[in-house]
């Protein structure tokens, strides 16, 4: 209905009114639009944190500053409700209260509206429109819920059904447990998991993953424990604290387990096992043990079905072996009957059946060759034809007993057609048919060619036991332990034991005690597998100390020494002969030096002769003239040392070391030779090394090789028409001392080189030389180790060369020295007692200007009478006295008590092989003459001994 023109305009409170209204209701339609549009923002939204924050978002743009979602229903502390607005509240805090119902009518959560755009209690309107915005957006919120909660279902049970699928895939009970585990694990995003199996009354953890790997094989209880009580209950068991009473301890500490979920494992018909799952950040729900449960009640079908199939694979494998077995006996018995046969007829020996009646049934190619007859010659025969009469009684009693079912070993003697005889060894065992003997089975060893070896083994035996125990050197064998196992009565002769008391002893304890470490050294060297040579001493049976060679040659058995083979030689008479050939030698070369000693001996004579007269002939109270005396003493000990060179060369010496100087040897040998030498103008020489040293030898052995070499240097010369010279040098270089003997004459011939070392060869004429020099030498100087050879050329001369070791001398003790001074002692009183009155009153001149008492004798008994009269403090005794034996003048006074402390025997008799006997036995100190005065009273003043008692 229009309106009149010209009526009266509205009322201005009405029109303020209507656009208030107007305004309001465009800003409700604004705020419809934005919500509207924020609803299709929340229905696009992926998740419900999103679509919560778009709500909230929304709700903010249609005039609330803070709004605030809490789960449920729920007032905030302190506020009251000032009004009822549709289905929200207007609190007392200007807080509206605005509930989030899904269409079922059920509140999710509830907004907390605050800090309006306009003050005051809100309008239904704007009530209603947010509580339809938030109906619509918790309608929206709730289907997004449920249909990712369908999707999560769907997504578990494709899952429940690809692990129902992989599971059931494996019929092997390790495979299927693995598969179990790595799903369970995967499925609820867990740390590790575990599957245990019911054995008896424990919960065995078979597999474990992750972390309850280390849980495997571990045993738990049924009865205190969270699987045992998911067992007893039949369902799932979520367990967010692993401290609570039922948690079974060991396991939860060895895995560090904080929260854990078990399902219990059952078959058709009862419990087999549980399957736990252990950690993870968020606690285990209801839902996570549905789904552990669905996946458990798959594992125990599979695990089920697999023992199944195990007891069937098993039951089948055990089918199969028992097949096999019977297919494998009928082949052994059919390979055993194959063998049999093989063997019966290849066996070297003869292999034969008779039955009950003693005729052959079977017999192979063996038996044939030992009978010496063809197979039907044998077959359905007897074998006493076979044998010879003197021995068919004996072959019938044998088969007797073999029927009455013994088992028979004899001998006996197959006769060939051939006319031989051969000797074989047989078995007869009895063939038994349940507990009947139905036949003999017998086994025939051809042992003729055996025999017949054994024999000759014993012969060989026998022979080799007489030379052995016949033979004059002792053998022995001694064992891996080194003690003797065998000995011949060689060492039983020369040892004076019995082989009872020699065997299982040890070698060592035969020799003598200074040689135990040179033998046991060479039989340890032996039992190594060297051959050893080795120079012994040995106490003989009767006490006698002799020398001996020992042999030892290692004994094997195959790759290892077993022993040693020991044999000893006594050499005791072969170095006897060698040392006497010896010193025929040095006696055939001092009748050479005999005519040159005489005149080195009638020069000094003369000198002496000569000044001796002058002093005689010069007036009574003259002055003596001192040069005359000095050339006199001069020209004596020029003549002591001839003599004393010649005779310690011409001295039988037992082989002894001591400290040698090698040039020492060399002057003291030349000068045996210097005289000839001059006479018959060869020049000699010297070309001696001032620092060589002193080595540990036998001077006198030395000293006869080099006069050895200096004559056959001189015999070389002798008539050789050119210039004739020995030259003699000594070097010392790289721990050998060289010795080289040079002459300038013809020269040694090329065929004789290689000879002139043998013994008794000699280039020299018949009766001018033995032959046995340069073998004498040759033996000397490879006893001390070293070597002699020889360089010529014809027209050249020839050079001899000593090599000797440097042997550094045992101790400095033995370091001889060079002169003795007179020991300045206290009064002393001496008998001296000599048969030469010169002597006598020398000696007692001297000793008297030193302050001494000095009596003198001639005689022996003299000399007794005297000791048993006065005490002295020494005696000067001379070994050859006219009425008694100085010796015996010592034994007499031993005898009376009367022994001075210091006895000193003084003799020219030092050559005599009883002169050294005596004095040797009586133990004291010896001077030989010509002895230097400061020398004997060094001896005699020396600090005396005790005499022993005995």
């Not at 769907?154 to 790595?182: C, F, K, N």
């Not at 068991?237 to 854990?260: F, Q």
């Not at 025939?444 to 000759?456: K, M, N, Y």
Request: charged content about 25%; aromatic content about 4%.
């Amino acid at each position: 209905m229009s309106r009149s023109i010209g009526a009266s305009a509205p009322p201005r409170q009405e029109l303020d009114t209507s656009a208030t209204s107007l305004a309001r209701l465009l800003r409700e339609r604004d705020q419809l639009l934005l919500l509207h549009e924020a609803l299709a923002d929340v229905e696009r939204a992926r998740s419900t944190d999103d679509r919560l924050r778009i709500l909230v978002d929304a709700i903010q743009r249609v005039g609330y500053g803070r709004v605030e979602r809490v789960d449920g229903y729920s007032m905030p502390p302190d506020a009251s409700v000032v009004a009822w607005i549709s289905h929200s509240a207007f609190l007392n805090t200007n807080q509206l209260i605005v509930p989030l119902r899904t269409a079922a009518g059920e509140v999710r959560a509830t907004l907390i509206l605050a800090e309006p755009a306009e003050p005051g209690p809100p309008t239904l309107a704007s009530v209603r429109t947010v509580e339809l915005f938030a109906q619509q957006a918790a309608s929206i919120i709730e289907n997004a819920r449920l249909y990712e909660e369908s999707q999560r279902e769907r997504g578990r049970s494709e899952a429940l059904g690809d692990i129902a699928r992989a599971v059931s895939g494996s019929l092997r009970l390790t495979d299927v447990l693995q598969l179990s585990l790595r799903h369970a694990v995967a499925l609820l995003h867990t740390e590790g998991a575990t599957l245990g199996l019911l054995r008896d009354s424990q919960i065995v953890i078979v597999a474990g993953i992750g972390a309850g790997e280390v849980l495997t094989g571990a045993p738990v209880p049924v009865a205190s424990s969270v699987s045992g009580r998911a067992i007893r209950e039949r369902r799932a068991i979520i367990c967010n604290d692993a401290s609570i009473d039922d948690a079974y301890g060991p396991t939860r500490i060895a895995a560090n387990v904080e929260r854990t979920l078990v399902a219990p494992l059952f078959s058709s018909t009862e419990a087999i096992g549980a399957l736990s799952v252990i950690n993870r950040d968020t606690e285990f729900t209801e839902e996570d043990a549905v789904v552990l449960q669905r996946l458990a009640d798959q594992v125990a079908v599979a695990v089920s079905n697999a023992r199944l199939y195990e007891e069937a694979r098993a039951a089948a494998e055990r089918y199969r072996q028992a097949v096999d077995d019977e297919r494998r006996a009928r082949d052994a018995v059919g390979q055993s009957e194959a063998r049999y046969r093989n063997l019966f007829e290849s066996a070297t020996d003869a292999i034969y059946t008779l039955d009950a009646h003693g005729t052959f049934t079977s017999v192979n190619e063996a038996t044939c060759q030992l009978a010496g007859r063809g197979r039907e010659e044998l077959l359905g025969r007897s074998p006493l034809p076979l044998v010879g009469s003197s021995e068919v009684a004996q072959l019938k009693e044998h088969f007797k007993a073999a029927l009455a079912g013994s088992v028979r070993r004899y001998e006996c003697h197959f006769l060939r057609t051939d006319g031989t005889r051969r000797l074989a060894s047989v078995t007869n065992t009895p063939i038994r048919h349940g507990t009947q003997v139905i036949g003999i089975l017998g086994v025939a060893r051809d042992v003729t060619d055996e025999r017949e070896r054994a024999l000759a083994l014993q012969r060989s035996e026998a022979r080799y036991t007489r030379l052995v125990e016949s033979a004059s050197d002792a053998i022995f064998t001694v064992g891996a332990d080194g003690l003797l196992s065998s000995v011949n009565r060689s060492l039983e002769r020369s040892s004076g034991k019995s082989r009872a008391e020699l065997e299982g002893s040890d070698f060592c304890a035969l020799v003598d005690p200074r040689d135990h470490a040179a033998a046991s050294n060479a039989i340890r060297d032996s039992l190594a597998g060297s051959r050893r040579r080795v120079e012994l001493r040995y106490p003989s049976a009767d006490g006698e100390l002799r020398q001996c060679s020992l042999t030892l040659t290692p004994l094997s058995e195959g790759d290892a020494v077993t022993g040693a083979l020991g044999i000893v030689r006594d050499i005791t008479d072969e170095r006897r002969l060698a040392e006497q050939l010896m010193q025929q030698e040095k006696l055939a070369a001092v009748g050479q030096l005999v005519s040159g000693v005489a005149h080195e001996l009638n020069n000094p004579l003369a000198s002496v002769m000569a000044f001796a007269q002058l002093l005689l002939a010069a007036p009574q109270g003259a002055p003596h003239d001192r040069r005359a005396i000095e050339a006199i003493n001069l020209e004596a000990k020029r003549a002591a040392k001839i003599v004393s060179n010649l005779l310690t060369f011409a001295r039988q010496h037992q082989p002894e070391r001591t400290i040698t100087d090698l040039n020492r040897v060399i002057d003291d040998t030349l000068e045996l030779r210097r005289y000839a030498l001059r006479l018959a103008q060869v020049e000699i020489e010297m070309r001696l090394d001032p620092l060589l040293p002193i080595t540990w030898a036998d001077p006198f052995q030395l000293q006869q090789v080099v006069l050895n070499l200096i004559t056959n240097a001189e015999h070389a010369l002798s008539s050789w028409d050119r210039d004739r010279r020995i030259v003699l040098s000594t070097d010392h270089a790289a721990g050998q001392l060289s010795l080289r003997v040079s002459d300038s004459g013809p020269g040694i011939a090329p065929e004789n080189l290689q000879r002139i070392f043998n013994p008794f060869f000699t280039t020299k004429p018949v009766g001018e030389g033995t032959g046995l020099g340069l073998s004498i030498s040759d033996g000397i100087v490879r006893e001390h180790g070293g070597r002699i050879r020889v360089e010529s050329r014809p027209g050249c001369g020839a050079t001899f060369i000593i090599e000797l070791p440097h042997v550094l001398p045992p101790s400095s003790d033995d370091v001889p020295v060079d002169g003795q001074t007179v020991p300045a002692v206290a009064r002393r009183r001496l008998l001296v007692v000599d048969d030469e009155p010169t002597i006598r009153h020398a000696i007692a001149t001297y000793f008297r200007s030193l302050g001494h008492v000095v009596d003198l004798v001639g005689m022996g008994r003299d000399a007794i009478l005297r000791s048993i009269e006065a005490s002295y403090d020494a005696l000067l005794l001379d070994l050859r006295l006219p009425d008694i034996a100085g010796d015996e003048v010592l034994a007499e006074l031993r005898s009376l008590g009367r022994v001075p402390p210091r006895v000193v025997f003084i003799t020219g008799d030092t050559q005599s092989e009883q002169a050294r006997r005596a004095l040797d036995a009586t133990g004291c100190p010896t001077v030989a003459k010509p002895f230097l005065l400061d020398e004997l009273a060094a001896v005699v003043l020396a600090e005396a001994e005790p005499e022993p008692l005995s």
